[in-house]
């Protein structure tokens, strides 16, 4: 009996480690899929805001920007969860990623009213089919042209802390192995803070006194000053989440493992 209990030792510290391990696994594979849902319905949220604001200037440079900036987030949420399929080939990490995946398409059902049939649905849907599938493969959208405007350093010295913050987050995620998964009514909450802050951007970018003339050459001048674009001056708004930063965010998501 005492040779018995001996030789549970070393199988129960395993069984513990395993346990823990999964712990870990399980809280960044739901800290990767919620950051990139939240990440969305900002975007989302923020791009009605611009079109709302600009309702009789169609063809203004922003909200052309305004979409890229969701299509961007769409192919870094389609090459996120293309990665967590292949990192997490264990049947326990592959649960736990449909599960999740089926989590975020019921949140969604409650945005439907939200932004009606118009272009944030097919969005939507195209981060459903793309992203949230059982089986996720690389596909990735172009983006809708637009203005050159000439790049913005300030820009980039806003995309080194938001990195630096992403990396604390998943340290801190690993230490407790475990990560808290927001409701429903969290992530709109945190969207409409998104959407008041681009609103109030709006306006100090654009006011309203300020009306949009492709052929002037004064307003289109005063956008390259600005840094080409409100994507650009809205890219530090709200939280520190994964940012539609292009091929850095995601080289960010893979050094992780």
Do not use: W
Request: net charge neutral; glycine share 4%.
């Amino acid at each position: 009996m005492q040779g018995y209990q001996q030789s549970r030792g070393p199988v129960q510290q395993q069984q513990i480690y395993e346990q823990q391990s999964f712990q870990e696994e399980q809280a960044l594979i739901q800290y990767y899929i919620y950051q990139d849902f939240q990440n969305i319905i900002n975007l989302l949220y923020s791009m009605k805001a611009i079109q709302q604001y600009f309702v009789n200037e169609p063809n203004h440079p922003a909200i052309t920007l305004s979409i890229n900036k969701v299509i961007l987030q769409l192919n870094i949420s389609n090459s996120i969860h293309y990665d967590l399929d292949k990192e997490h080939k264990g049947i326990q990490a592959q649960h736990c990623i449909m599960e999740e995946r089926y989590k975020v398409q019921n949140m969604l059902k409650s945005f439907y009213n939200e932004f009606g049939q118009g272009q944030q649905q097919q969005l939507i849907n195209n981060y459903i089919q793309n992203s949230l599938q059982q089986k996720v493969s690389i596909k990735q959208f172009a983006l809708q042209q637009t203005q050159d405007f000439v790049f913005n350093q300030n820009l980039l010295n806003q995309l080194i802390p938001q990195v630096e913050v992403i990396e604390q987050q998943i340290q801190q995620i690993k230490q407790a192995k475990y990560y808290r998964i927001p409701d429903q009514y969290e992530i709109k909450n945190k969207a409409i803070d998104f959407q008041n802050q681009t609103k109030y951007k709006l306006q100090s970018i654009y006011p309203k006194t300020t009306q949009f003339n492709p052929t002037d050459v004064r307003v289109t001048q005063n956008m390259q000053q600005n840094g080409g674009s409100l994507i650009q001056n809205y890219n530090n708004i709200g939280d520190p989440n994964l940012t539609a930063s292009g091929k850095s965010n995601n080289q960010t998501y893979q050094k992780q493992y």
